[in-house]
């Protein structure tokens, strides 16, 4: 069984940083992207940053300059540094897996996390 858990989110003014978290559990694991989604009431589900265990990573716009997508693919864990926070970011934050799991077939599947709140707010 697969599980992906976040932590941190909270409370933080405007200017100000926070710093997410996500472990994935589960044996067999072959990751392909790991990222990060937020969501807002009324509002799509949308990509905030992925990155994969090459390195590679892609930003929404709004948050390019600001926020800082780190993977660690063998602890499969993936973390979202964010700076220079605006009202804007507030959202509900979903830790994101695109992976293979060992005796599940030959394809990938996404995983979700929870979810996390994160307040932008004086």
């Known amino acids: 069984q697969v599980q992906l858990v976040e932590s941190g989110g909270g409370l933080a003014q405007p200017g100000g940083s926070l710093n997410l978290s996500c472990a994935v559990s589960g044996s067999g694991l072959t990751i392909f992207t790991m990222g990060w989604y937020r969501q807002t009431p009324g509002e799509e589900r949308k990509m905030v940053a992925h990155?994969?265990?090459?390195?590679?990573?892609t930003y929404a716009d709004s948050v390019r300059a600001r926020f800082t997508v780190s993977m660690d693919n063998t602890e499969k864990m993936v973390s979202l540094q964010m700076n220079g926070l605006k009202s804007e970011d507030t959202g509900v934050y979903y830790c994101?897996?695109?992976?293979?799991?060992?005796?599940?077939?030959?394809?990938?599947?996404?995983?979700w996390g929870r979810g996390t709140q994160v307040t932008v707010s004086s």
């Open positions: 990155i994969t265990p090459a390195g590679t990573r």
């Open positions: 994101y897996a695109d992976l293979h799991r060992l005796g599940s077939g030959p394809g990938r599947d996404d995983y």
